[in-house]
């Protein structure tokens, strides 16, 4: 699962002209290469899809919560989108026909956040998990739209988390997952992932199977080569993966 209470803290990362990704107040630090770049306001519709997917429908659930009489929920996660795209805080895939897969995510700080009674029900494990994950580069959402998946985006995109992980000097990657999604949980194994913990998942009214949130981590090391240097083949939309 990568969808976070808004109550987390977020490392607020600007947009600048050359497609950069970093950190307010430091040097630019990851360079995004086609197809990666920085999404924009434009790409709101396709975002609210793909946090989403990645949310499992709980991002859906809680606009819905949101949104008053006669007002569409969608266009709440639209317009949320559309606001940390500003920010910069959000990674397209874009082969030139639009985003087609996001990635966003954040370095939890050193201190863990309150689980009081303001934070919502549902929030509250993932709140949990995410402060047991303290000093690691969050991955909030990873998602594609179904006919993107098994190209090896979800790698790549997991490959940059781990570059910009570094480059902001941490040596962690963490994400919460729903126990049902095998698929994620396949991919996670395979880079590496492991589960640290587990909560039940509180549904207040969401509908869904979701039984528990499994924290994985990941460890990093610094030697870790550059995602931008990975070759486009790598994906098969780059022409010439035979996988
Ligand atoms: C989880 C998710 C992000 C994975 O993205 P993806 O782009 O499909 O991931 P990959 O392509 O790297 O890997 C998926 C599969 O494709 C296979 N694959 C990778 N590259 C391939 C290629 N070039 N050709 C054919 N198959 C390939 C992988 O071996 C893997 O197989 P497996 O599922 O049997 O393990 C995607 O399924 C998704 O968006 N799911 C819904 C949202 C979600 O659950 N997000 C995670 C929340 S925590």
């Given at each position: 699962?990568?969808?976070?209470?808004?109550?987390?803290t977020?490392?607020?990362?600007?947009?600048?002209?050359?497609?950069r990704?970093r950190k307010?107040?430091?040097?630019?630090?990851?360079?995004?290469?086609?197809?990666?770049?920085?999404?924009?306001?434009?790409?709101?519709?396709?975002?609210?899809?793909l946090?989403?997917?990645a949310g499992?429908?709980?991002?859906?659930?809680?606009?819905?919560g949101?949104s008053?009489?006669?007002?569409?929920?969608?266009?709440?996660?639209?317009?949320?989108?559309a606001r940390?795209?500003?920010?910069?805080?959000?990674?397209?895939?874009?082969h030139?026909?639009?985003?087609?897969?996001?990635?966003?995510?954040?370095?939890?700080?050193?201190?863990?956040?309150?689980v009081?009674m303001?934070l919502?029900?549902l929030?509250?494990p993932?709140?949990?998990?995410?402060?047991?994950a303290l000093?690691?580069?969050?991955?909030n959402?990873?998602?594609?739209?179904?006919?993107a998946?098994g190209?090896g985006?979800?790698?790549?995109?997991?490959?940059?988390?781990?570059?910009?992980?570094?480059?902001?000097?941490?040596?962690?990657?963490s994400?919460?997952?729903?126990?049902?999604n095998?698929?994620?949980?396949r991919?996670?194994e395979?880079?590496?992932?492991?589960?640290?913990?587990?909560k039940?998942?509180v549904?207040?009214g969401?509908?869904t199977?979701?039984?528990?949130?499994?924290?994985?981590?990941k460890?990093?090391?610094s030697?870790?080569?550059?995602?931008?240097d990975?070759?486009?083949?790598?994906?098969?939309?780059?022409?010439?993966a035979s996988?």
């Amino acid at each position: 699962m990568a969808f976070a209470s808004t109550t987390t803290t977020c490392v607020s990362r600007c947009r600048n002209g050359s497609g950069r990704f970093r950190k307010q107040g430091d040097d630019p630090m990851v360079t995004l290469k086609r197809p990666f770049r920085l999404a924009t306001d434009e790409d709101a519709p396709q975002l609210a899809e793909l946090v989403n997917f990645a949310g499992e429908g709980l991002p859906l659930h809680v606009w819905a919560g949101l949104s008053g009489q006669g007002e569409d929920p969608w266009e709440i996660g639209r317009a949320r989108q559309a606001r940390k795209a500003r920010d910069g805080d959000i990674i397209v895939v874009d082969h030139g026909t639009g985003a087609v897969a996001g990635l966003t995510g954040y370095s939890i700080g050193t201190e863990p956040q309150p689980v009081g009674m303001d934070l919502p029900v549902l929030f509250r494990p993932l709140q949990e998990l995410e402060n047991s994950a303290l000093e690691s580069w969050y991955i909030n959402v990873l998602a594609c739209y179904p006919a993107a998946r098994g190209k090896g985006i979800g790698s790549r995109l997991l490959r940059l988390a781990e570059e910009i992980a570094v480059s902001e000097g941490l040596s962690r990657l963490s994400v919460i997952v729903a126990s049902d999604n095998a698929g994620a949980c396949r991919l996670y194994e395979r880079h590496e992932f492991k589960e640290v913990e587990r909560k039940a998942c509180v549904k207040d009214g969401w509908d869904t199977e979701t039984d528990q949130w499994l924290l994985l981590m990941k460890p990093l090391s610094s030697a870790k080569a550059k995602t931008g240097d990975v070759p486009a083949q790598d994906l098969a939309f780059g022409g010439g993966a035979s996988r």
